[in-house]
């Protein structure tokens, strides 16, 4: 038994570190898998068929996000529901594309070279700057910038790590320790909030106004879910796109030149294609995880149309569509004029990423902050412990 579990373990292993060439085999003869109540969906085409269809594909993170508020929902964790159009309106409201502009670039900006300023030439870029950049933006834009710097980022990054991977009892304790913690952080920074108003204007400010005017959904409880998925759902997340796009940049010397001459005339789109690019050849995640609520027959009419039985678990796998030449040009070479369409990082679909704009404009000011540096030279390999980046040391002339 123990043999047998080495050897699965060993073929797992062997997987998941060769997953771009296993999707790059699967897309050609078994593009929809279906094998244990588990099915696999790598073609862009499928891929999309079912992130579209979020009433058969549902969303299985319910249970874990209830576990996580302490008995209520987030609205990643909710189906198409007049409780998930009114959450999300809510938090739009609060959060403002406008503020993009406005507020976020030049608070991420001045805080990435106040960082880099304060550093002698040497840093690790995730300990000291991309963990710690959207844990401050939360701070400055939400209004919540933690109990201790550190400790809320662990806590968002442990809570994400429970909620989209696999189940661990280890993760799981540590996430729900953390979800106790920031929800009575949370708790005081509302009450502090209400007991000293109209001091600043922020995502809390305008919760606060809203729950003033009366607006359904905006209960001292609710605006704590929806910051506790927000934040889950910001501070991880950026900090391992960032990561990966620069790592990306150092292993690819000729592309990391062309990125530095982009980031030192401000070419703000051609940054977002670097992060864009580096991202789809780096993935975030292997796919997107669903419940498929009734039997369902994907890409149906066609010579890989695959019965999907109700119940099973589904990964729509973003990583290999992102891959795939029938939609993607020559997908294995690094362009930077690719359309938006060949991105799929912030998903797809009802539950497409809330913060998509915030995203293609923090991360981008984050890896443009360190690739102005002259001499800049990465250290020693980026080291992971899965599924997060934890260390990437640079050193540069300032
Ligand atoms: C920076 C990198 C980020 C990545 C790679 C990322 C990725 C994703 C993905 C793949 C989804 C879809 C999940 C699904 O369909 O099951 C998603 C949804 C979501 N993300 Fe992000 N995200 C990022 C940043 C952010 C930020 C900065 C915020 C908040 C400001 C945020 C908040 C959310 C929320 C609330 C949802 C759920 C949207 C809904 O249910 O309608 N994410 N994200």
Known sequence: MANSNTAKD???????????????????????????????ITRYEDVTEVLERDWVFQVP?????????????????????????????????????DDINNIIIPFVEKTCTEIIAASNGKMDVVQELTRVVP?????????????NETEFTDAATNMFQYLFYPDDPEVEK???????????YLDQAITERKAKRASR????????????????????????????GLIIGAIPTTSKCA???????????????????????????????FVQESLRLNAFAAGIKRVCA???????????????????????????AMMDWRKITKPKEFRLDRPAYSYMHFGYGLHTCFGQYINLSQIPAI????????????????????????????????
């Open 10 to 40: 060993k073929v797992l292993e062997w997987v998941f570190k060769h997953l771009d060439f296993v999707f790059s085999i699967l897309r050609i003869i078994k593009p929809n898998v279906v094998f244990k109540g588990n099915a696999i």
């Open 61 to 97: 993170y319910a249970e874990k996000m209830e576990k996580v508020t302490n008995g209520s929902n987030f609205f990643l964790g909710m189906q198409d529901t007049e409780q998930y159009t009114r959450d999300v309106s809510n938090m739009r409201l609060t959060a403002r594309r």
């Open 135 to 147: 844990t401050r933006l939360i701070g400055e834009y939400f209004g919540t910038p933690g109990w």
């Open 174 to 184: 540590k996430a729900l320790d953390a979800a106790e913690k920031t929800r009575n």
């Open 201 to 228: 204007d922020d995502v809390l400010e305008r919760c606060l106004k809203l729950q003033d005017a009366g607006m359904p959904g905006m209960t001292d409880i609710d605006i704590r879910n929806n910051f506790i």
């Open 243 to 273: 990561a990966i796009t620069l790592n990306h940049l150092f292993n690819n010397p000729e592309l990391l030149v062309l990125a530095q001459q982009a980031a030192r005339v401000d070419d703000d789109q051609k940054m977002i294609q």
């Open 294 to 320: 009734e039997d369902y027959v994907v890409a149906k009419g066609t010579l890989r149309s695959t019965k999907i039985p109700k119940g099973t678990i589904v990964l729509a796998a973003t990583q290999s």
């Open 367 to 398: 890896i443009k902050a360190v690739l102005k540096q002259n001499v800049l030279q990465r250290v020693s390999e980026m080291k992971v412990v899965e599924p997060f980046p934890v260390s990437l040391e640079i050193e540069f002339k300032k």
